[in-house]
């Protein structure tokens, strides 16, 4: 079983509608991320938390906003979004090494199975 | 900039034969990090090996095995005996100091499938 769990597994939504992608580790990691992955491509960077603070985001829309209300949580909430935001959503989550604060990009990443979202 | 080269698309063997996915990367910095994931039909990226630029010893794990060469910036990962559950997307990352942070840039993934 994976140690990162992301709800809900498969999301349809209209582009007005208002929802919620949920991600839970109890690692006691601080540093979560959020990537976007499209069919047949890398995964890309969305946002970094390090602390229950946002910081990175990777020029993302604003219509993605993440939250991280502890630490062992991290949400995306999404309103208004476009068909060509399908996709897979993957949460990740890692340990922070004092020499690469804020960004942890040096650290193993530990994936969730991720969210698939199909906007109509 | 940084950037991670996949050229293997796909990959197709047949059950027990040896097969090595390529990754050639490029970057200005002395210090830097590579790793190799692999991401099942399930969706996880899985963490296989983490290297940093100054280790450059290969290394084994079972059936795995690594080929990191600074000299052709290359870091190659070899399967000997390729299982059907070995099929998966294989993703190549490096990550480099950028911005005043670290930044994981990925490769385009090579795709192996492994026919019994």
């Known amino acids: 079983d994976t140690e990162v769990t992301q709800t809900p597994k498969h999301l349809v939504m209209g582009m007005t509608n208002k929802k919620s992608l949920k991600c839970e580790q109890h690692?006691?990691?601080?540093?979560m991320y959020w990537y976007k992955q499209k069919a047949k491509k890398p995964p890309e960077l969305m946002f970094v938390?390090?602390?229950?603070?946002?910081?990175i985001n990777e020029s993302v829309p604003s219509r993605f906003s993440p939250e991280c209300p502890n630490s062992s949580l991290l949400n995306l909430h999404l309103h208004a979004l476009q068909p060509e935001d399908s996709a897979l959503y993957l949460c990740?989550?890692?340990?922070?090494?004092?020499?690469?604060?804020?960004?942890?990009?040096?650290?193993?990443?530990?994936f969730g199975a991720g969210s698939r979202l199909t906007v109509l | 900039a940084q950037k991670v080269t996949q050229a293997q698309t796909e990959i197709s063997v047949v059950e027990k034969e040896d097969v090595t996915l390529d990754c050639v990367y490029e970057?200005?910095?002395?210090?830097?990090?590579l790793f190799w994931y692999k991401q099942p039909p399930s969706g996880e990226l899985v963490f296989l090996i983490r290297?940093?630029?100054?280790?450059?010893q290969n290394e084994i794990s079972g059936r795995y095995s690594w080929n990191f060469q600074k000299s052709t910036s290359s870091f190659n990962f070899t399967i000997t005996a390729s299982q059907v559950v070995d099929s998966a997307v294989y993703f190549c990352?490096?990550?480099?100091?950028?911005?005043?942070?670290?930044?994981?840039?990925f490769g385009s993934g090579t795709r192996l499938l492994v026919r019994p």
């Open positions: 990740a989550s890692s340990r922070i090494t004092g020499q690469d604060y804020p960004s942890s990009g040096a650290n193993v990443l530990t």
């Open positions: 690692m006691g990691h601080r540093a």
């Open positions: 938390y390090s602390y229950e603070k946002l910081s």
């Open positions: 970057t200005r910095d002395t210090t830097y990090y």
């Open positions: 290297r940093n630029s100054f280790d450059e």
């Open positions: 990352a490096l990550s480099e100091w950028m911005d005043s942070s670290y930044k994981l840039i």
